[in-house]
């Protein structure tokens, strides 16, 4: 290996060492209580080495985000082969529980952990295409799934709100520690079955 591929390497090592250290902090501290230097103090560097990676808190924010959108979207590339779009929809809904119940900090981070309000307001320009992307993948299979025949007097954008905000709800409840409610001898698989569940709905729409 030679000096310049070591020295990227470094360089990408120490992004992500700047990364995993904010994560860490976000979730424990808040967004907003993260301070630059709470990050720096962690990987035990000075200040001014997150500035010459990052051009703010919310740009590392965002970078997060990204990361995490990225993920998902590799879990859901195995679906490019699923003809059918009711049953891809399905599936759809299958790994984004199994995304989320295997990475709950990730999922805390992109759907849960208020963001920050320059983040927000970035999030209509093309930065952003990684999260609207995901939610697009869904718009099309229930677009597909209307031209097949199903969900026949449904509002496209509304029925896809609806399906993501449903499958949302039942794994953060879970993530929050809000199962407690549920008999204690489902508690393991209510998400699942609370799936399952979901499913038979849409089967009769």
């Given at each position: 290996?030679?000096?310049?591929?070591?020295?990227?390497?470094?360089?990408?090592?120490?992004?992500?060492?700047?990364?995993?250290?904010a994560k860490s902090l976000f979730l424990e501290k808040g967004i907003e209580k993260?301070?630059?230097?709470?990050?720096?103090?962690?990987?035990?560097?000075?200040?001014?080495?997150?500035?010459?990676?990052?051009?703010?808190?919310?740009?590392?924010?965002?970078?997060?985000?990204?990361?995490?959108?990225?993920?998902?979207?590799?879990?859901?590339?195995?679906?490019?082969?699923?003809?059918?779009?009711?049953?891809?929809?399905?599936?759809?809904?299958?790994?984004?529980?199994?995304?989320?119940?295997?990475?709950?900090?990730?999922?805390?981070?992109?759907?849960?952990k208020e963001a920050p309000i320059d983040h927000v307001a970035s999030s209509e320009?093309?930065?952003?295409?990684?999260?609207?992307?995901?939610?697009?993948?869904?718009?099309?299979?229930i677009r597909e799934c209307i031209a097949q025949g199903n969900f026949q007097g449904?509002?496209?954008?509304?029925?896809?709100?609806?399906?993501?905000?449903?499958?949302?709800?039942?794994?953060?409840?879970?993530?929050?520690?809000?199962?407690?409610?549920?008999?204690?001898?489902?508690?393991?698989?209510?998400?699942?079955?609370?799936?399952?569940?979901?499913?038979?709905?849409?089967?009769?729409?």
């Amino acid at each position: 290996m030679g000096i310049s591929d070591r020295k990227e390497r470094e360089k990408e090592e120490l992004r992500e060492r700047i990364l995993s250290a904010a994560k860490s902090l976000f979730l424990e501290k808040g967004i907003e209580k993260t301070s630059i230097r709470n990050i720096a103090d962690q990987i035990e560097y000075s200040p001014g080495i997150i500035y010459h990676y990052f051009k703010d808190k919310n740009e590392i924010f965002h970078a997060l985000h990204q990361g995490g959108f990225r993920q998902l979207m590799e879990k859901m590339s195995v679906l490019a082969s699923v003809r059918n779009p009711l049953e891809r929809l399905k599936a759809m809904g299958s790994i984004y529980v199994r995304f989320a119940m295997e990475n709950p900090d990730m999922y805390d981070l992109m759907f849960i952990k208020e963001a920050p309000i320059d983040h927000v307001a970035s999030s209509e320009h093309d930065d952003w295409k990684e999260g609207g992307g995901t939610f697009n993948y869904l718009r099309l299979t229930i677009r597909e799934c209307i031209a097949q025949g199903n969900f026949q007097g449904h509002d496209e954008e509304a029925l896809s709100y609806l399906i993501w905000s449903a499958v949302h709800g039942m794994v953060s409840l879970h993530i929050r520690k809000r199962c407690e409610v549920i008999c204690s001898d489902r508690q393991t698989n209510i998400v699942a079955d609370g799936l399952e569940e979901f499913f038979k709905m849409l089967d009769r729409l």
